[in-house]
């Protein structure tokens, strides 16, 4: 392997150097092979909730050669991983919802030295929300194209710090439309969906309004 797509290439750009891998939702488990290919990650655990994909991402690393470093596992999310097989966590490719409810039924998700590095497909700001209401703070952040969708990438670890009171935060994160092109079409997705929701609630225009000045260089 040479080259990931440009949404998991990003999700590769927040795992730490050296720091052991769970791919969480891995499917052909393309991120740790290639993680491992390019020296970033010593070892990894590829897992995923259905055994189809799981035996594709075993055929990837089997022809990497790579099956003495990364270890394919069937995993309803974070369950059937123990918290020292892994340092860095990428959780991937899934709604935001359903990333937030993997890190709630995680036993270890609120050790400080771990970091997840999120990727949500829906929803990113109910996952956000999540985040900020349990005490997980925004490490980094970016947004990349994919398949012509703008999809956004969050690295973050349990920090216990005070909420962000900004009704905005959710929508944002630590995102920078006014000064990022790719910011501002992710930030744009949310506008359109808030101005449909205002459609039946009228304080989603308001939201969107709002969004939309933030918007502003």
Same mark, same amino acid.
């Given at each position: 392997m040479s080259q990931l797509d440009s949404r998991l290439a990003?999700?590769?750009?927040?795992?730490?150097?050296g720091k052991? =891998?769970?791919?969480?939702?891995? #499917?052909? +488990?393309?991120?740790?092979?290639?993680?491992?290919?390019?020296g970033v990650t010593p070892r990894a655990v590829a897992a #995923? !909730?259905?055994?189809?994909? =799981? $035996?594709?991402?075993a055929q990837t690393v089997a022809k990497a050669g790579l099956s003495d470093r990364i270890e394919t596992r069937l995993s309803d999310g974070l369950k059937n991983i123990d918290a020292g097989e892994?340092?860095?966590?990428?959780? +991937?490719?899934?709604?935001?919802? =359903?990333? +937030? $409810?993997i890190l709630d039924e995680c036993t270890f998700s $609120? #050790?400080?030295?771990?970091?997840? !590095?999120l990727q949500p497909m829906t929803r990113s700001?109910? =996952?956000? $929300?999540?985040?900020n209401a349990n005490g997980f703070s925004i490490l980094g952040q970016d947004c990349c194209l994919a398949a012509d969708k703008c999809y956004t990438v969050l690295s973050v670890s349990y920090t216990g710090a005070p909420a962000a009171d900004d009704e905005l935060y959710s929508y944002l994160g630590k995102l920078d439309p006014g000064n990022n092109a790719t910011h501002l079409r992710f930030v744009e997705g949310h506008i359109r969906r808030l101005l449909k929701q205002a459609k039946g609630e009228a304080r989603f225009a308001a939201l969107a309004e709002k969004?939309?000045?933030?918007?502003e260089k």
């Open positions: 990003l999700c590769a750009s927040f795992v730490r150097q052991k =891998l769970a791919d969480i939702g891995t #499917d052909h +488990a393309y991120l740790p092979v290639w993680l491992c290919q390019n #995923d !909730i259905n055994p189809g994909p =799981l $035996r594709r991402g892994a340092e860095d966590i990428v959780i +991937a490719g899934m709604g935001g919802e =359903l990333i +937030a $409810r $609120r #050790d400080s030295e771990k970091h997840f !590095i700001e109910e =996952l956000i $929300r999540w985040l969004l939309k000045k933030r918007c």
